[in-house]
C-alpha cells in the first residue's frame, strides 16, 4: 500500500522555504507520495456548500499553482510520486495542461500521478468560462485530448467541447500515454460510469463513502467488471483530511488520523493507495505531524523504513 501525504499549501506564505521542506521531509520518513490540491482562484462570494454562514479558511485564498510546486518537489527528490488530489480538470485549457503535465512528468523522472475531479465552487467554474452543468463533458474531453497529445504523435480533437488541428506539443510525458489518472468523487452512478470510461484509479475523500468502505469497493469494482475492465486495472485510494475546519494543532490532528484497524482492513481489501493530509503551520507543526502520521501508519504495519537518501 502506497500511503501518502496531501500537503494544503496555502497554509504557508514562504513557498521558497516550505516546498524544500515538504519534499524532503516526505521522502525522508518512507512516504510514498506527495499529493497537492487546486483552486484557481477564490471568488470573493464563494460558500462552500453545507457550510451555512461559516467562511472559508484563508488557505483557500492562498493556492499556488500545482505543477510549478511539484516541479520545483521534483529535483528534490529521487522516489516519491508526485500528485495533484484534485486538478480541475475542467477548468483548463488542454492544449496548456497537457504540456505543464507532460513537463512535471518529464522533470521527475515519470513520477506523476494526475488526481481529477469535478469541483465543487461553480463561480470558480464560471469564472475559468465553464458552466458548472457541463463540467463533466469538459472534465472527460479534457483527458481524453491530453492523452492523445500525450502519444508524442502530431494529434487533433473534434469533440464536443475541445477543438483542435493537428498539433504537436512536446515534450511527450515519460511515461507512456502519461501519467494515470485518478478519479475522486462519490461512488454514484454517473461518478462510476465516467470513472469507467476515463480513469486509471477511484480515489475519493473518506467522506465521501459510505461507513461500510467494504460495500463501496465491492460495487466500484463490480461497475468496472460489468463495463468489461479487468476490476484490477482500477486502482482504489482513500484520502484523509486530517484538519479540522479551524486552525489545526497537533491533537487536532492526531485525533482525525485513520485508526490502525482501518487501515489494516483497507490493505486487506486490497485499497492501493491512502492519504493524509498534513497541516502546513504554524512552526514545526508540519514536521510533527509527519511524524505522527507515519507513527500510525508504521503501527498499523502499512508502511516500510524511511528512506534518508534525497536526489
Avoid at 497554509?11 to 512516504?31: I, K, M, W
Amino acid at each position: 500500500m502506497d500511503v501518502g501525504c496531501l500537503v494544503p499549501f496555502g497554509d504557508s506564505a514562504d513557498l521558497a522555504r516550505f516546498v524544500p521542506r515538504v519534499a524532503t521531509g516526505v521522502e525522508e520518513r518512507g512516504f510514498g507520495s506527495l499529493w497537492l490540491g487546486e483552486h484557481t482562484h477564490l471568488p470573493v462570494d464563494t460558500r462552500y456548500p453545507d457550510a451555512g454562514d461559516k467562511a472559508l479558511p484563508e488557505r483557500y485564498r492562498r493556492f499556488p499553482d500545482p505543477w510549478a510546486v511539484l516541479a520545483a518537489s521534483a529535483p528534490l527528490t529521487r522516489r516519491i510520486r508526485l500528485g495533484t488530489l484534485i486538478a480541475l480538470v475542467a477548468e483548463h485549457m488542454p492544449l496548456a495542461l497537457a504540456k505543464a503535465i507532460a513537463t512535471v512528468d518529464r522533470l521527475s523522472g515519470g513520477r506523476v500521478e494526475l488526481g481529477v475531479g469535478y469541483g465543487w465552487n461553480p463561480l470558480e467554474m464560471v469564472n475559468n468560462g465553464i458552466e458548472p452543468r457541463r463540467r463533466r463533458v469538459h472534465l472527460r474531453e479534457n483527458i481524453a485530448a491530453m492523452q492523445k497529445l500525450w502519444t508524442g504523435d502530431a494529434a487533433a480533437f473534434d469533440g464536443e467541447v475541445v477543438r483542435f488541428t493537428e498539433s504537436w506539443s512536446l515534450p511527450a510525458p515519460v511515461q507512456p500515454g502519461g501519467p494515470k489518472i485518478h478519479l475522486g468523487c462519490s461512488p454514484s452512478e454517473r461518478n462510476l460510469a465516467d470513472l469507467v470510461a476515463t480513469a486509471d484509479g477511484f480515489f475519493p475523500h473518506r467522506g465521501l463513502l459510505s461507513s461500510d468502505c467494504t460495500a463501496d469497493i465491492a460495487r466500484v469494482r463490480d461497475t468496472v467488471a460489468a463495463a468489461g475492465r479487468d476490476p484490477g486495472s482500477v486502482e482504489i485510494g482513500i484520502a484523509y483530511s486530517g484538519t479540522s475546519w479551524g486552525r489545526a494543532d497537533l491533537e487536532k490532528f492526531t485525533r482525525r488520523l485513520p485508526p490502525v484497524d482501518e487501515l489494516q482492513s483497507l490493505r486487506e481489501l486490497g485499497v492501493a493507495r491512502v492519504v493524509c493530509s498534513i497541516p502546513a503551520g504554524p512552526g514545526d507543526l508540519f514536521e510533527r505531524s509527519l511524524d505522527a502520521w507515519r507513527e500510525r501508519a508504521d503501527h498499523a504495519g502499512v508502511l516500510g523504513s524511511p528512506d534518508p537518501v534525497t536526489a
